[in-house]
Structure formats: structure tokens, C-alpha cells
């Protein structure tokens, strides 16, 4: 079994910065790739961004020169910093790992962007 802890989330001001945190435990294997989804009231779950375990890494478009996610491989950690919040950011973010044995969410943590 795999367990994923998120945090980090809250109410922030438009312009303002929080950072996401999700920790892995349980039977780690080899992970692959770690990211960050969200998924706003009324629309789809999307991709925001993932680390490879190389350390390449994709964004989606409307999060690039803002979101940065990083990866601690010894701690089966990837965080994602959030700098600019805009409104629009607001959704429930989920940290997802994918393993060879297969993909794993985690709960999801409220960001709310409003002032």
C-alpha cells in the first residue's frame, strides 16, 4: 500500500505565494514521475505539473513562469511552489505518483485565491 500526504494549502490574496508539499510512504517502488492536478467546481481534473525521476518536468500552460514543482527523491517528496496566485488557481490540487506497479492520488488540498 501506498500513502500520499499533502499539504500546504489555504486562502491566499491574488499576487500571493503558498507552497504544496506531498509525501509518499508505504511500498515504494521505483518511482516515476510525480505531479500535481487540480480540478476547479464544474470543470475536469488537469495536469499542473510533474517531475520525472530524471528531473525533466512539463507544465501546463497557464501555470508556466509561476508554479515550480520539485522532487526529494531520499524523502519520496515533490512539492509544488505557487508564486502569482491568480483567482483562476483556485481548486482542489491532488499529488499523484506513478510507480511501475501502478498510480497513486492523494487526498487533495483546498487553494483558495480571493481577497
Known amino acids: 500500500q501506498v500513502q500520499l500526504v499533502e499539504s500546504g494549502g ?26 500535481w492536478y487540480r480540478q476547479a467546481p464544474g470543470k475536469q481534473r488537469e495536469l499542473v505539473a510533474r517531475i520525472f525521476s530524471r528531473g525533466w518536468t512539463n507544465y501546463a500552460d497557464s501555470v508556466k513562469g509561476r508554479f515550480t514543482i520539485s522532487r526529494d527523491n531520499a524523502k519520496n517528496t515533490v512539492y509544488l ?28 488540498t483546498q487553494v483558495t485565491v480571493s481577497s
Open 10 to 35: 489555504g486562502l491566499v490574496q491574488p499576487g500571493g505565494s503558498l507552497r504544496l508539499s506531498c509525501a509518499a510512504s508505504g511500498t515504494i517502488l521505483s518511482i516515476n514521475v510525480m505531479g
Open 81 to 108: 511552489q505557487m508564486n502569482s496566485l491568480k483567482p483562476e488557481d483556485t481548486a482542489v490540487y491532488y499529488c499523484n505518483v506513478g510507480m511501475v506497479v501502478g498510480d497513486y492520488w492523494g487526498q487533495g
